[in-house]
């Protein structure tokens, strides 16, 4: 019979330790290998280490959930990124809002001095469409006292470093009469780090810090005229003469100038909510989540700029996202957009929409629709504006927020099922992005929606 051979051991050498020794080993030599063997065994277990952490980063950043927002010029995109802020990093927030009391008061005096250009006759870019009435000479040591504010104006865009180029680059274009009516908008570039640099001119004791403060001074003193400015009838008709309604527009504080204006002015989170700055360019935001059940969870937001010039810009970060969240402010119906005249608001979100949807990059993302200003929609229509003035395919169905924005879900819901390049959940909210209560629950769904699809992109579900 042959020989059988030895068994083979059903454990690998490898990881057979400690290794059996040679059979003519000495003391020494045995001890010496034995310690060479050890080393190289500690060598490959941190490289396996290295390595495995590495994959661990790798899979963390795989699963950073990327989110852009995508919408026309005030929407609301940056006004909802700070509710994903104030609800899921209160106190990074929290940290920021000091910072917004320079662009709060940017809103608050631009409108000043608006109204002062308006009773002047004309605006700095040499208008001259409102004729003033005599009755306005009574208005003049008003005007004298308010006139510091125009210097406030000057610190103010200084040091949030806007500039006439952020204009262009919007396509905005002073020299246009009245700036379309506009009284507060306030723009900077992204990425000019204007929250950081408020800070720095906070805590440095310099000539901007100085400048700063005798600014909120000269705002506080002004207060009570700005209040009888804004509560003169004259100025009123001269606004309506106009067809200019400061309400309505972003960054409002008029009626609030008492309170806004004090030197220890403190803004609340509604106070921020509702600050314009106009977005120019793609701002990339990281939120780490403080809440409990999702502390240390990492997103990163992509806030663009929503002006026609800059939707250019917008495709670059399409493939990498998650989910796109996509804001159409319902309220704008009746209005036109500000870079070119001749388009209706709510045509373009439409035709903006059409192009979300059937965008190939986008194919297999996540989407979200916001159906923003909700409150602005209800007010407007309670007002008599007609909706199917301006959308003729409305037909019969009642001049109300309930039933209108219905509709408009309709339509998106719609626009959406037939450009998909393919079969896609459409999540649909009607919001109003500065009511911070409402917007939690929003929230909230939206998170779990975003979470249930990276689950299940990942296999886990
Ligand atoms: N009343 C009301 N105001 C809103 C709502 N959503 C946003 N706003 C206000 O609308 C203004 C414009 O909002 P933004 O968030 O700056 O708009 P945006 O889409 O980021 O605009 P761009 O940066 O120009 O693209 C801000 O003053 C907000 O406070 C809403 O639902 N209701
Ligand atoms: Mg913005």
Not at 161 to 175: H, L
Not at 248 to 268: C, K, M, N
Request: charged fraction near 25%.
């Amino acid at each position: 019979m042959p020989a059988r051979s030895p068994p083979v051991s059903p454990v690998m050498p490898e990881v057979n330790w400690p290794p059996i020794p040679p059979p003519a080993d000495s003391e020494l030599d045995r001890a010496l290998r034995l310690e060479e063997e050890k080393e190289a065994k500690k060598r490959s277990d941190a490289i396996d280490h290295a390595i495995e952490l590495e994959r661990e980063e790798m899979r963390k950043q795989r699963h950073n959930t990327k989110i852009v927002l995508l919408g026309q010029a005030e929407s609301g995109k940056s006004t909802m990124l700070k509710n994903f802020q104030l609800h899921f990093a209160p106190k990074a927030f929290q940290a920021e809002t000091e910072a917004w009391r320079a662009v709060i008061h940017l809103n608050l005096v631009r409108s000043v001095n608006f109204i002062l250009d308006l009773l002047r006759g004309g605006t700095s870019s040499g208008s001259n469409r409102f004729s003033p009435p005599a009755s306005l000479d009574d208005l003049r040591p008003l005007r004298m006292r308010l006139s510091p504010l125009r210097q406030v104006e000057i610190i103010l865009v200084k040091r949030l470093s806007v500039d006439n180029t952020s204009r262009d680059a919007a396509g905005i274009d002073d020299s246009t009469p009245w700036y379309y009516g506009r009284a507060s908008e306030v723009s900077i570039r992204s990425g000019s780090g204007w929250k950081a640099l408020l800070c720095r001119h906070r805590q440095q004791l310099n000539s901007h810090a100085d400048e700063l403060v005798s600014a909120r001074q000269v705002l506080d003193a002004c207060r009570d005229d700005i209040v009888t400015l804004w509560s003169n009838p004259t100025v009123h008709a001269g606004l309506r003469g106009e067809g200019v309604c400061l309400q309505e527009q972003s960054g409002f504080f008029l009626d609030e100038a008492l309170r806004v204006g004090h030197i220890d002015y403190e803004p609340t989170y509604t106070d921020v909510l509702r600050a314009r700055l106009q977005t120019i360019g793609v701002e990339e935001h990281h939120l780490t989540f403080e809440r409990l059940a999702s502390r240390g969870e990492k997103w990163i937001f992509y806030d663009v700029g929503g002006a026609r010039e800059q939707r250019a810009a917008w495709v670059p970060y399409f493939e990498d996202v998650n989910a796109v969240i996509f804001l159409c402010p319902m309220s704008a119906f009746d209005e036109v957009l500000l870079e070119d005249r001749s388009v209706n608001r709510l045509l373009d979100s439409f035709n903006l929409w059409k192009t979300i949807c059937s965008s190939k990059l986008l194919g297999d993302k996540n989407f979200i629709l916001l159906l923003n200003k909700s409150d602005i929609l209800k007010t407007k229509l309670e007002s008599g504006v007609s909706f199917v003035r301006y959308v003729k395919s409305y037909n019969d169905e009642p001049n109300d927020a309930e039933h209108v924005s219905e509709y408009l879900k309709r339509k998106f819901v719609s626009m959406h099922r037939h450009l998909s390049p393919r079969r896609r959940h459409l999540h649909v909210h009607i919001t109003c992005a500065i009511d911070i209560s409402v917007m939690s629950a929003v929230l909230v769904r939206i998170r779990e929606v975003i979470i249930m699809k990276n689950l299940a992109a990942t296999d886990f579900l």
